[in-house]
């Protein structure tokens, strides 16, 4: 697998225009066993908008962070902007490919999209499996969804916005039972805002008393409800997304330890290498030649 050298940093590609439509917020491209080499998705890479892949056959192998995915038939992908992608090789694909933005989920008419947890994705996942039943429901959202994709005019937001909200909602459903097995109580809406704040501040913010004050609730009130919903203190949330962000700079790229540590906001490089020890047991160094030494 391809790694970054450490000059270079994990590349944000941006989102591309439709070329037929000229759509600056949503994409949606179905493919027919097409073989697309595109060199760039063989680099870790991030992308800068939600991805959702509906497989209806491909074989290969892709990662997502430090995880592996052998690819499944009848298997929804998505992934959020912050995740680390690389494919090891391009393979015929038969499927659908749909992408939006931020700006897209900041309309009004779908703001309440922005909540959902397969937008959220507080487990940082990235695979669901679904029933026949499922692939079914999908393929149809999906073609409702080309359908209207192909006709721009004046109703074209609305009605993408609407299927949009009936198939991400549908698919929140099934993250939740497929990562969680429960339904969001207030409480647990409460954990995935928090959830949701850490990743957009991780770097700046490392304290629970600077989210609770985003949040407009007290630090005790906050720290009460997590360590409730998750099991696990609310600091320890902000820790381990530290952790997350810190190993995947480790297995991908050629940073320097240094380069890491400010990047995720520590003015101390030695004190970033004593925190990474604490939360994992070994030091960045160690866990770099422990896991390349894995995948070699």
Same mark, same amino acid.
């Given at each position: @697998?391809?790694?970054?050298?450490?000059?270079?940093?994990?590349?944000?590609?941006?989102?591309?225009?439709? %070329?037929?439509?000229?759509? *600056?917020?949503?994409?949606?491209?179905?493919?027919?066993?097409?073989?697309?080499?595109?060199?760039?998705?063989? &680099?870790?890479?991030?992308?800068?908008?939600?991805?959702?892949?509906?497989? *209806?056959?491909?074989?290969?192998?892709?990662?997502?962070?430090?995880?592996?995915?052998?690819?499944?038939?009848?298997?929804?992908?998505?992934?959020?902007?912050?995740? !680390?992608?690389?494919? %090891?090789?391009?393979?015929?694909?038969?499927?659908?490919? /749909?992408?939006?933005?931020?700006?897209?989920?900041?309309?009004?008419?779908?703001?309440?999209?922005?909540?959902?947890?397969? &937008?959220?994705?507080?487990?940082? +996942?990235?695979?669901?499996?679904?029933?026949?039943? $499922?692939?079914?429901? !999908? =393929?149809? @959202?999906?073609?409702? /969804?080309? $359908? %209207?994709?192909?006709?721009? +005019? =004046?109703?074209?937001?609305?009605?993408?916005?609407?299927?949009?909200?009936?198939?991400?909602? #549908?698919?929140?459903?099934?993250?939740?039972?497929?990562?969680?097995?429960?339904?969001?109580?207030?409480?647990?809406?409460?954990?995935?805002?928090?959830?949701?704040?850490?990743? %957009?501040?991780?770097?700046?913010?490392? =304290?629970?008393?600077?989210?609770?004050?985003?949040? #407009? &609730?007290?630090?005790?009130?906050?720290?009460?409800?997590?360590?409730?919903?998750? +099991?696990?203190?609310?600091?320890?949330?902000?820790?381990?997304?530290?952790?997350?962000?810190?190993?995947?700079? /480790?297995?991908?790229?050629?940073?320097?330890?240094? =380069? &890491?540590?400010?990047?995720?906001g520590f003015s101390d490089a030695s004190y970033f290498n004593r925190f990474f020890k604490r939360e994992t047991g070994a030091t960045p160094a160690e866990y770099r030649a422990t896991i390349r030494k894995m995948y070699q």
């Amino acid at each position: @697998m391809y790694t970054l050298s450490s000059q270079q940093p994990v590349p944000i590609y941006p989102f591309e225009r439709d %070329e037929v439509t000229g759509s *600056k917020l949503f994409t949606l491209l179905r493919s027919e066993g097409e073989l697309t080499y595109e060199e760039n998705l063989l &680099i870790p890479h991030r992308k800068a908008y939600y991805l959702l892949v509906f497989v *209806k056959h491909n074989r290969g192998r892709h990662w997502v962070d430090m995880k592996s995915y052998d690819r499944k038939d009848n298997t929804l992908y998505f992934s959020t902007p912050n995740q !680390v992608l690389v494919k %090891e090789a391009p393979t015929p694909f038969w499927g659908t490919r /749909l992408t939006f933005t931020k700006e897209f989920l900041a309309l009004q008419q779908n703001a309440a999209l922005r909540e959902l947890p397969l &937008i959220l994705n507080p487990y940082n +996942g990235h695979e669901l499996l679904l029933t026949e039943a $499922d692939g079914t429901f !999908v =393929e149809e @959202m999906l073609a409702k /969804l080309e $359908d %209207e994709y192909s006709r721009p +005019g =004046e109703w074209q937001h609305r009605m993408l916005s609407a299927y949009l909200t009936v198939l991400l909602t #549908h698919l929140s459903r099934l993250y939740t039972e497929q990562f969680t097995g429960e339904e969001l109580s207030a409480d647990q809406q409460l954990l995935r805002t928090f959830q949701a704040r850490i990743e %957009e501040c991780y770097r700046e913010l490392h =304290e629970v008393s600077a989210y609770a004050a985003q949040l #407009h &609730i007290s630090a005790g009130h906050l720290s009460e409800v997590v360590k409730a919903k998750s +099991g696990k203190p609310a600091i320890k949330h902000v820790h381990e997304r530290l952790v997350l962000e810190a190993r995947r700079r /480790l297995f991908y790229t050629q940073h320097s330890l240094k =380069e &890491i540590a400010f990047d995720l906001g520590f003015s101390d490089a030695s004190y970033f290498n004593r925190f990474f020890k604490r939360e994992t047991g070994a030091t960045p160094a160690e866990y770099r030649a422990t896991i390349r030494k894995m995948y070699q």
